[in-house]
C-alpha cells in the first residue's frame, strides 16, 4: 500500500506527543512492507534545533511550506491507496477538503479526539469542522468506548474506530541503569494535568522529604513552587525515555481534563512506561480497566495519600505484569496491524471524491423563539448561516414577530410548551441540535403573574427538559436569567457576585425564584458534567416587536402616548432603569453562547446608562408630541427602587458593551409602534405594572 500522512509533525518532538506517536506506528507500518510519505507543515517552532528527526530511515518525509504548496503533491496524493490527515494540522480543514476532492481512500486520525469534540461543540473548527467530518472514510481515534458511537451518531463519520497510541519496543525498553527517583512525570504542561500533579506528586515529596522524584517536560510557568528533593528537566528527548523511566521506581500518569470526561482514552506515557517494565500509578478514568488490570498491573490513586502508601511497596511484579500486557497487546506493530485492516475495510476506492454525502446542518434551538427578543435572536441566527428551531407556546408571545422568517429554509417554527415533554419533532433530531437557548418564559410582571404556578414550572420544569435535551444531545446552553434574581437591591450597581434581596413570597417570587432555581439547576448540570452551560442576567430590555399590552414599562409609555390615553406613572417616577436596545442584548447572547468562559460565571447584560422613570417619561413625551395626561399609581409591590447593572464582566470576557444610545433606540421602538397601532388598530389597555425587563 503507498500511504500518504499529513500530520501535525514528525521531525521534531518538541512540545507535542505527534512526533513520537507517527514515529512509532509508521515504523511498523513500512514494516509491514507499505511505502510512506509524511507531508509535514513548516513551521518555525518546529525547525532548527527542535527537529529531532530529520531523516528518518521508514518513510519519506517532506515539508511544504504552506497551503498552495500543497498543490506541488496533488499526484502523490491522488496516486496513494490511502491519504491520513492528523489533528491539529495547520489549516486542516482547507486540507481535508484538499484531500477528499483528490484522494482514492482517505481517514482523519484524531491525536486529540476529546480536545477535538470540545472544540466542535464551541464552533471552534482550528483544524476540523463538522462539515468535513463525513467526507473521511475512517474516522481514526485516540479515544474509544461511547465517543465513537458519538462521532457517528452525532458529527455524521464514516466509520469511527479506536486506533490508540502505542509504543515501539524497540525505543522503550527496561535499560541498565541505577534507581534515581521513587517517582517520576513526563509530561509537557497543561493547566488542568497541573491541579493532578500537585495533589499526586508535589505534595509527596513534600511530606516525603528522604524521597526523590523528577517532573520532566517544558513549557511549565517559573512561579511553580518546586520542593527541594523534585529534579526539574525541560526537555527530555524521546531517545532518553526509556532511560528516564527505567530510573524510575514508580512513574505517574497524569490525564487531561477532557479525556478524563471521555474516558477510554490511554495518553502514551502508559504503554512507554510500561514497556520499560516502570511501574505505573495512574489518576483513575473510565475504561482504564480495559487496557490494565488494577492492582496487578497498574496502580490507581486519587489522593496523596495514595501515592505515599504505593510508592513505599515493592512494585517488581507490578511493573512485569504492565511490561507483558504491553509486549502483548499495545505495540506499534499492534497499531500497525489495526491501521492496515481499517484502510482494507473501505469500500472500493471512488472514481467521483466528491460524490460524499452531506451531513445533515447543525441545529440551534431557541425556546421561547416567538417571544420579543427570541423572535431578534432567531433573525441574527439565520444572518449568521445557522439552522434554527424555534419552540415555542405562544402564550405570551406572537406568531407576527415570525412573519419575516418563516419562509426562511433554514427556519422551522415548532409549537410546543417546555412544561411539557418536548415535542418528538425536536428529540428525534437530538444528535444534530448543537446550541439550545432558553428564553421560555413570560418576563413581564402582568404576564408571568397571571399563572404564577406555570411561570414556576416553566423555569425549573422547563429548563429541566431543555438541559436533559443538551446532555443528551452534547450541545452547549445558555440560560436567559434576569436582573430579578437581584431583587430589590442593596448594592449598587449589581455586580454577578452579589446574592439579591428577593422576596420569596411576594407577587414577584414566582418569576425571581423561579429564576434563582433555574440558575441553580443550570450551574449543577455543569459541575456534574452533564452540560455544557452559559448563564446570561438580562436587564431592562426595549425595540421593535414588543407587545403593546406586555405591562414593560417602555412599551407602556410609548403605546400610550401615541394613543392619546392617560399615562400611568407608579410611584412618584424616582425610581430608576437601565434599558438596553433589543440588538445590543442579542449580540451580548450570542457572544457568550460562543465564548470559552467558565460556565459557573453568570454574567450580566444590560446597558449601564442608568435614568429615572420621569427621565424617560420626558423623553417619550418630547419623542411623541403627546398631549396625554400623566397619572400616578402607588408603587407595585416588591419593585425595585434602582437596577443598574456592572458590566464589566462581560466587557472582560466577552468585549462587550451595549452600542446603540437611549435616543436612537427609543426613536426606532417609537416608529415601530406607530406602525404597529396604527396598522393593527391597537388600543392599549391600561397597564397594571411596569415590568423589570
Known sequence: ?????????????????????????????????????????????????HRDLPNPDFCRLEYYADLPALEEWRAEIAEADAVIVGSYVPDGVAVARFVQDHARRCAFYDIDTPVTLAKLARGDFEYLSPDVIPGYDVYLSFTGGPTLDRLEGDYGAQAARALYCSVDPDKYYQTDVAKRWDLSYLGTYSPDRQPTLERLLLAVARACPDRRFAVAGPQYPADIDWPANVERIDHLPPADHAAFYSASRFTLNVTRADMIASGWSPSVRLFEAGACGTPIISDRWEGIDTLFMPGHEILLADTTEDVIAAIARDADALGAAAQSRVLARHTAAHRAAELETYLNAVATPRADANRRQAMPPQITLVAGGAGFIGSHLCAALLARGETVVCLDNLQTSRESNLRALIDHPRFEFVEGDIVNPLPASITARAARIKRIYNLACAASPPQYQLDPEHTMLTNVTGTNHLLRLAETAGARFLLTSTSEVYGDPEMHPQHEDYRGFVSC???????????????????????????????????????????????????????????????????????????????????????????????????????????????????????????ATVTRLPLPIDDPRRRKPDIGRAKALLGWEPRVDLATGLERTCAWFAEEIGSAGVSPKTPVLAAAE
Open 505 to 627: 413570597t411576594g407577587p414577584r417570587a414566582c418569576y425571581d425564584e423561579g429564576k434563582r432555581a433555574a440558575e441553580a439547576m443550570t450551574f449543577d448540570f455543569q459541575r456534574m458534567r452533564r452540560a455544557e452551560v452559559r448563564v446570561a442576567r438580562i436587564f431592562n430590555t426595549y425595540g421593535p416587536q414588543m407587545h403593546p399590552d406586555d405591562g414593560r414599562v417602555v412599551s407602556n409609555l410609548i403605546c400610550q402616548a401615541l394613543s392619546g390615553n392617560d399615562i400611568t406613572i407608579y410611584g412618584d417616577g424616582s425610581q430608576t432603569r437601565s434599558f438596553c436596545y433589543v440588538s445590543d442584548l442579542v449580540d451580548g447572547l450570542m457572544r457568550l453562547m460562543e465564548s470559552d468562559i467558565n460556565g459557573l460565571e453568570p454574567i450580566n447584560l444590560g446597558n449601564p446608562n442608568e435614568l429615572t422613570i420621569n427621565d424617560l417619561l420626558d423623553r417619550v413625551i418630547a419623542m411623541t408630541g403627546t398631549e
Open 1 to 49: 500500500m503507498k500511504l500518504v500522512v499529513l500530520g501535525l509533525s514528525l521531525g521534531s518532538s518538541w512540545g507535542n506527543g505527534h512526533a513520537t506517536t507517527f514515529r512509532a506506528l509508521l515504523k511498523a507500518f513500512a514494516a509491514r512492507g507499505h511505502d510512506v510519505l509524511f507531508l509535514e507543515r513548516e513551521v518555525p517552532w518546529y525547525a532548527g534545533a
